[in-house]
T-cell receptor, first 115, second 111 residues
Framework: DAGVTQSPTHLIKTRGQHVTLRCSPI?????VSWYQQVLGQGPQFIFQ???????GRGNFPDRFSARQFPNYSSELNVNALLLGDSALYLC??????????????FGEGSRLTVL | DAKTTQPPSMDCAEGRAANLPCNHS???????VYWYRQIHSQGPQYIIH???NNETNEMASLIITEDRKSSTLILPHATLRDTAVYYC????????????FGGGTRVLVKP
């Protein structure tokens, strides 16, 4: 079975541009989350979506937005890119909203470089 | 969320047990302890989690102290493929999929 897939795997943008990152969760998983991982640090939570509704938002500016589609795939959009947005963007999926316990399954990430 | 403290790095000999400590002195009664690891250039991978009791699965064992203020992840027979950054995370039940990662412990398994 396919795991969490993300695209593109690598991309380079310049300051001020916008970027769209895509994620396909594991089949049957209804919840998708996005994380940003700056080099040398642990991942930082950006968003969670469950059944197409936003269920959580981390401490990120409004330049960051996301959405979930009826097939449970998701997009992360970042506008007006800054140099500091250079990072590995990770998508994770899970079966449910995970109100109790349960593991997240992470993709390999999309590495964004902003020049 | 409760904060965790882990040593920044540790070495381990191949074939020996690796014991990874984690302090979470401010943990609340309903918060779980999770462990994930991240091998270079990959996404984090779930290892194990627990609330009060010790837990064991095919990957590792989790030992939680009686006062729940600290825990130890045990890799029983470390292999070179276990070289990774290991994250100890305290997760409230209402956190959903929001995991708060710290700096983790960089484990290097040496032959």
């Amino acid at each position: 079975d396919a795991g969490v897939t993300q695209s593109p795997t690598h991309l380079i943008k310049t300051r001020g541009q916008h970027v769209t990152l895509r994620c396909s969760p594991i089949s049957g998983h209804k919840s998708v989350s996005w994380y940003q991982q700056v080099l040398g640090q642990g991942p930082q939570f950006i968003f969670q979506y469950y059944e197409k509704e936003e269920r959580g938002r981390g401490n990120f500016p409004d330049r960051f937005s996301a959405r979930q589609f009826p097939n449970y795939s998701s997009e992360l959009n970042v506008n007006a890119l800054l140099l500091g947005d250079s990072a590995l963007y990770l998508c994770a999926s899970s079966l449910e909203d995970q109100r109790n316990t349960g593991e997240l399954f992470f993709g390999e990430g999309s590495r964004l470089t902003v020049l | 969320d409760a904060k965790t403290t882990q040593p920044p790095s540790m070495d381990c000999a191949e074939g020996r047990a690796a014991n990874l400590p984690c302090n979470h002195s401010t943990i609340s009664g309903n918060e779980y302890v999770y462990w994930y690891r991240q091998i270079h250039s990959q996404g984090p991978q779930y290892i194990i989690h627990g609330l009060k009791n010790n837990e064991t699965n095919e990957m590792a064992s989790l030992i939680i102290t009686e006062d729940r203020k600290s825990s130890t992840l045990i890799l029983p027979h470390a292999t070179l493929r276990d070289t990774a950054v290991y994250y100890c995370i305290v997760r409230p039940p209402a956190a959903g999929n929001k995991l708060t990662f710290g700096g983790g412990t960089r484990v290097l398994v040496k032959p």
